[in-house]
C-alpha cells in the first residue's frame, strides 16, 4: 500500500492544479470522516487521492479507454462519458499501479453514481468527493450533509442521492441505475 501512495503521488503531480487541490481537500474530508467513522485513515486516503485520477481525460478519450481496459459502458454512459472516469480510473490503477484493494477498487469506481455494493469506505469516499468546501456553491445543502456524514454515512448517502435524484427528475434528466440501486438498498436497510 506504501506503494500505492507513492504511485498515486506521482500521477497526481500530472494532473491540472485545480483537480489537484480538490482531491487533497477530498483527501482532507475523508480522514475526518474516517476519524470519526473508526475507518482506516491510510486506505480512506488512498480512496481519495486516487478517487479523480481520470476526471481531466475528455469524454471521447474515457470511451476508447473503456473499450481498451474491458470497463463496460451504458447507453447513459456514451451520452454522459464523464461518468466513465470513475470505472476507467479504478481499472486503471488495477492494472498500471498494482491497486489490489478491493473496497478502494470500488470506492474509486462507484464514485459518481454510488452502487448497492458500496462498503462503509466507499461510501466515505463518495461523500467526502462533494463535501469538498469548494461545492458548496453546487450544493446549498452541503453544510447539513457535512454534519450528517459525521452522525452516519447510510443517513448522508441517502439524503444526497434524494436531493440529487429528484432535481434530476424534476429537469427531465435522466438517473443512473447504480444510484436507483443504491438509494434502494439505503431506503430499506435504514426502515427497521
Ligand atoms: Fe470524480
Ligand atoms: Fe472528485
Known amino acids: 500500500m506504501a506503494d500505492l501512495l ?3 503521488q506521482i500521477r497526481l503531480k500530472s494532473l491540472p492544479d485545480g483537480l489537484q487541490a480538490h482531491i487533497y481537500r477530498v483527501r482532507d474530508v ?3 470522516l474516517a ?3 473508526g475507518i482506516d485513515p491510510d486506505r480512506a486516503e488512498l480512496g481519495a487521492l486516487a478517487h479523480d485520477v481520470c476526471r481531466a481525460i475528455p469524454g471521447e478519450d474515457l470511451l476508447k479507454m473503456s473499450a481498451d481496459l474491458g470497463v463496460p459502458v451504458t447507453d447513459l454512459d456514451r451520452d454522459f462519458p464523464i461518468l466513465l472516469h470513475g470505472p476507467v480510473g479504478a481499472e486503471l490503477l488495477r492494472k498500471e499501479d498494482d491497486l489490489t ?3 478502494i477498487f470500488e470506492a474509486v469506481r ?3 453514481t454510488a452502487h448497492a455494493s458500496l462498503d462503509d469506505l466507499g461510501k466515505l469516499v463518495f461523500l467526502a468527493d462533494k463535501l469538498d468546501p469548494q461545492k458548496a456553491a453546487i450544493y446549498s445543502y452541503q453544510a447539513k450533509l457535512h454534519d450528517m456524514a459525521l452522525e452516519s454515512l447510510d443517513l448522508a448517502l441517502l439524503e444526497f442521492l434524494s436531493r440529487e435524484m429528484a432535481a434530476r427528475i424534476e429537469k427531465g434528466g435522466t438517473v443512473h441505475p447504480a444510484s436507483v440501486d443504491a438509494r434502494n438498498s439505503l431506503v430499506l436497510k ?3
Do not use: V
Open 110 to 112: 462507484w464514485h459518481s
Open 30 to 32: 475523508a480522514q475526518e
Open 35 to 37: 476519524a470519526r467513522h
Open 190 to 192: 435504514l426502515k427497521d
Open 6 to 8: 507513492q504511485r498515486l
Open 101 to 103: 484493494d478491493h473496497s
